[in-house]
């Protein structure tokens, strides 16, 4: 069996590589030539090996890819047995319907698309982490493992033992998605925010479904991305009463104006995991970042 590291996320790699018992992923070189293009090498013989891809595909997105792409190719083209590609961020995962307002159709549908090069590569499986809608998996013709972080998160909070909590979803489509959290968070009462987008990456918060005065409120939600979504709920959180609001959230992308929503003071915690690996400038005091990587482990 080897493990091997994308240029996405080694700390965590590396972390799932000595989960399963190695003293750290297998040997590989990448490098960028200077027009842009990406070069992957396997420096370790695969030939007959179970081999395990870890990279997710955000941040530079497009490269990361890419990158992950020439790894599978260049396991399948060296005779691996059997490739899994361990996707703990999957890009383009929103891409995932045909939503363009105006109704004319012409958009890609980009999730499909990238599952489709997943699967010609060379992919035998997949494992995907906390997927923005689960019929992504219905995407691939080849056998997906959906892994669900919400686990830790919802361990953490527990330890945490807050009253009179109340568990936040902050637009509709992630209902499902909070419900189950709320459970798992000692079968804690539900609200709901119909949020509107008036364009990507704008957020509207318009109504709040359900009680928050005088209560701990958990906005869930699976990814932060420009922290539009969740800092307008917070904002309509704190007018409706909330005593404290936490953010919960698997995957932290944090582009554009994040990182000033985020620690501008409305939130008590941010609680994320490293599915994304996050620099240290984009640290803040009130972030925590728990680790997913023996949930990854497990998979291997
Ligand atoms: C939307 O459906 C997602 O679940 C997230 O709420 C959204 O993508 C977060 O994006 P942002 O942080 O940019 O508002």
Redesign the pocket.
């Known amino acids: 069996m080897r493990v091997f590291a994308g240029s996405s996320n080694p700390d965590l790699a590396k972390d799932i590589a000595h989960y399963v018992g190695k003293t750290g992923p297998s040997a590989m070189m990448r490098k960028r030539f200077s027009d842009g293009e990406t070069y992957v090498r396997i420096d370790e013989s695969v030939r007959g090996c179970n081999v395990f891809l870890i990279q997710g595909t955000s941040f530079p997105t497009n490269d990361n890819l890419i990158e992950l792409l020439l790894m599978i190719d260049a396991c399948r083209r060296a005779s691996a047995h059997q490739i899994t590609a361990v996707i703990p961020y999957y890009g383009y995962a ?1 891409a995932d319907r045909l939503i363009d307002p105006d109704r004319r159709r012409r958009e890609a549908l980009t999730s499909k698309l990238v599952a489709n090069m997943l699967s010609t590569a060379g992919t035998d499986r997949i494992v995907l982490v906390d997927i ?1 809608s689960p019929q992504t998996c219905g995407f691939f013709d080849i056998p997906v493992d959906h892994v669900y972080a919400s686990s830790v998160l919802e361990k953490y909070v527990r330890a945490k033992g807050l009253n009179d909590i109340v568990v936040v979803a ?2 509709v ?2 209902v499902a998605r909070a419900r189950a959290f709320a459970k798992g968070v000692n079968d804690s009462p539900l609200a709901i925010i119909d ?1 509107r987008r008036d364009g990507h ?1 704008v ?1 509207k918060v318009l109504n709040l479904v359900g009680d928050v005065k005088d209560r701990t409120a958990i906005l869930v ?10 800092c307008e709920a917070a904002k309509m959180l704190r007018e409706r009463g909330a005593r404290q609001v936490f953010a919960c959230s698997t995957h932290a ?1 944090f ?2 104006p ?1 990182i000033d929503r985020l620690s501008s003071g409305v939130f008590e915690e941010v609680i994320v995991t490293n599915s994304i690996a996050v620099p240290p400038e984009k640290r803040f005091e009130q972030l925590t970042i728990l680790s997913i990587a023996e949930l990854l482990g497990e998979q291997v």
């Open positions: 929103r923005h902050p637009d489509g992630g949020k990456n957020a939600d699976d990814m932060i991305d420009t922290a539009g979504t969740i992308i582009s554009g994040a």
